[in-house]
């Protein structure tokens, strides 16, 4: 079968996968492919290296599967730049591996949602390579933003903007006959041309795309860069420079326009067409929460990442704050609170945890390691104890600390390549994860991995950690198995704060109550009932608990 023929219809979902609303307090497991599991022995994950661990997943507890871009790409941007969004890239596989894969999931009980980048392109994409074929005033042209430069003889970019991996987010096309020429727009890396979505071909396409993966069976689309798709009638100079300090906390003319909601509200009229409750989640960085939460009113998206909650330090304050500020934006909406620790754009969780707060979200610092893998797993689980759908990144679950000292010959980030832009650090993030504790890579595959991994990474392994005692993937395991059983945990959109020392979070739902000490003394709190599950052994005597520095516990008044 070619890539672009049709594939059988999936199979029903079983029984249990049937429950209402099952994303509003989900846990979606992020696969990065290339960093998985690799079936081939090529030094690349695969589609066919996750479909052999999706039993691993089923038996961690989580909901659905959302697998980072696997489309046909040059993999200038690690597959964000698209080349075709109906074919599979060959080093992951192909479109029969994308269906034996979704289908083994569906038999599983998990659910399978799909990247999908509708900002930009590959500049490899057929559209695009036309439209530098075919020179000024091609149609092709105007699916993307291609602009005369300024100067006397357009030398200068067409504005100020500037892209997120650093310098002009415009590059200067040489036209067919050789002479320098027009500018594209790339907010990222030049090799990823921003579609104009003011082109009503944009629009067809897309829609037509969602149609081709929905029919493949896929549960639901997390859309990259879902900000940043509509930008502001003329391309307005923004009138400030090193503006990446400004991401986040204003509204930009090319993230976050009123325009983009629009989009949405036709893409969800699509989805509600399938059955099997199918979701779009969004990838939306945005000043504000209550701007968040404009992407999930009913008619358009079901879930937005929540990354004021993932950039906060671990302290009780400000995690007090963020989490009230999202409930009470989320309420209105009608939506769930979404709640994420890592990604494979930021340092993992645990390697941030272990170093002072204020040093953002990409650092190369490896920190307190025993101080920051205390906190990573306490912080998994206060966050695995508030209401909505929770996010777990491949590895988490391990307690895997990002690898911050890979030498600059092997780093691979684009970011890095790109001297103003960001830090280039995602490469840490990213190395793949070690499933035995010896191998050339960790039982990642036969054939060694795309990046290196460090001496001792089997000791952090799932063979290592499986039946251990006090392992952090038996914490997880653990952890997702009491969040499914208990009936006051998943779904809500409150919680009931209970009076708590300085420093210490403390809040009831229902019969279940969650202690998180995010100091570094131990603290003495009221004994809430019976321990469900402690990141750290804690000291009970009479009516009296006593919980370990930046430790976590879970309780239960029956």
Sequence with gaps: MSQQQSVIAPAPYPAEAKRTDWWRDAVIYQVYPRSFADSNGDGMGDLEGVRSRLPYLRDLGVDAVWLSPFYASPQADAGYDVADYRAVDPMFGNLLDADALIRDAREL??????????????????????????????????????????????????????????????????????????????????????????????????????????DMGVDGFRIDVAHGLVKAAGLPDLGAHDQLKLLGNDVMPFFDQDGVHEIYRQWRLILDEYSGERIFVAEAWTPTVERTANYVRPDELHQAFNFQYLSTAWDAAELREVIDRTLEAMRPVGAPSTWVLSNHDVTRHATRFANPPGLGTQIRLAGDRELGLRRARAASLLMLALPGSAYVYQGEELGLPDVVDLPDEVRQDPAYFRGAGQDGFRDGCRVPIPWTREGSSYGFGSGGSWLPQPAGWGDLSVEAQTGTPGSTLELYRAALATRGAHPDLGAGDSVEWLRAPEGVLAFRRGEFVCVANTTGESVTTPTYGRVLLTSDEVTKADDETKIPPDTTTWFTTT
């Design 109 to 214: 009980g998990l659910r399978i949602i799909v990247d999908l980048v509708p900002n930009h392109s590959s500049d490899q994409h057929e559209w695009f390579k036309r439209a530098l074929r075919e020179g000024p005033g091609s149609s092709l042209r105007d699916r993307y933003h291609f602009r005369p430069g300024k100067g006397a003889s357009g030398e200068l970019p067409p504005n100020d903007w500037e892209s997120i991996f650093g310098g002009p987010a415009w590059t200067r096309v040489t036209e067919p006959d050789g002479t320098p020429g027009e500018w594209y727009l790339h907010l990222f890396a030049p090799e990823q041309p921003d579609f104009n979505w003011d082109h009503p071909a944009v629009g067809d396409e897309f829609r037509s795309i969602l149609r081709f993966w929905l």
